[in-house]
T-cell receptor, first 111, second 114 residues
Framework: DADVTQTPRNRITKTGKRIMLECSQT?????MYWYRQDPGLGLRLIYY???????NKGEISDGYSVSRQAQAKFSLSLESAIPNQTALYFC??????????FGEGSRLTVL | DQQVKQNSPSLSVQEGRISILNCDYT??????FLWYKKYPAEGPTFLIS?????DKNEDGRFTVFLNKSAKHLSLHIVPSQPGDSAVYFC?????????????FGQGTELSVKP
């Protein structure tokens, strides 16, 4: 089983719908991250959490919210999805060294 | 404005030869740099890193060079193998203790031909 698991792996939705992407990890790391990948732009940080009670905005947090339900779980929500949120989303964990451990990604398409 | 840039979207090399992937950055406050490798349908995986107090770091076939005066780093893969074909991302961190708060480049797709 993967150390960082993301669900769903693929999702197609319509503009205005609420979407939640879930992430769970078995690495025991305190730090968790959500990144988004767009063609030609690399990966950009949406939100991060250094422990269960710590939530911080990243570079592109507008339109997103997160919940850290436990050390092992970090979910990303789009309250009202829009087409420019179509992207590949990655959850990652890390233990303070900068070495991120990524999940396999969740591909979201907003029509 | 892109603070970390990989100006070559793609690179093709012959098996056994050297692959050189380049990365430029604009913020002189970056003090830690990393390279990640990504295969299709998988998440990126950490490859190698370098602190700003060093100018070179090696790990097997992979070497990263840092030129702070030029704000440039490069990843050398010698010898290149077909299994190295992937997208490579360079990334930078403002402070080492900020861990995974990274600024990524756009990526370079490496193709190693047999």
């Amino acid at each position: 089983d993967a150390d960082v698991t993301q669900t769903p792996r693929n999702r197609i939705t319509k503009t205005g719908k609420r979407i939640m992407l879930e992430c769970s990890q078995t690495k025991g790391h305190d730090r968790m991250y959500w990144y988004r990948q767009d063609p030609g732009l690399g990966l950009r940080l949406i939100y991060y959490s250094f422990d269960v009670k710590d939530i911080n905005k990243g570079e592109i947090s507008d339109g997103y919210s997160v919940s850290r339900q436990a050390q092992a779980k970090f979910s990303l929500s789009l309250e009202s999805a829009i087409p420019n949120q179509t992207a590949l989303y990655f959850c990652a964990t890390e233990m303070g060294t900068g070495e991120l451990f990524f999940g396999e990604g969740s591909r979201l398409t907003v029509l | 404005d892109q603070q970390v840039k990989q100006n070559s979207p793609s690179l093709s090399v012959q098996e056994g030869r050297i692959s050189i992937l380049n990365c430029d950055y604009t913020n002189s406050m970056f003090d830690y740099f990393l390279w990640y490798k990504k295969y299709p349908a998988e998440g990126p995986t950490f490859l190698i890193s370098i602190s700003s107090i060093k100018d070179k770091n090696e790990d097997g076939r992979f070497t990263v060079f840092l030129n702070k005066s030029a704000k440039h780093l490069s990843l050398h893969i010698v010898p290149s193998q077909p299994g190295d074909s992937a997208v490579y991302f360079c990334a930078a961190s403002l402070f080492y203790n900020q861990g995974g708060k990274l600024i990524f480049g756009q990526g370079t797709e490496l193709s190693v031909k047999p």
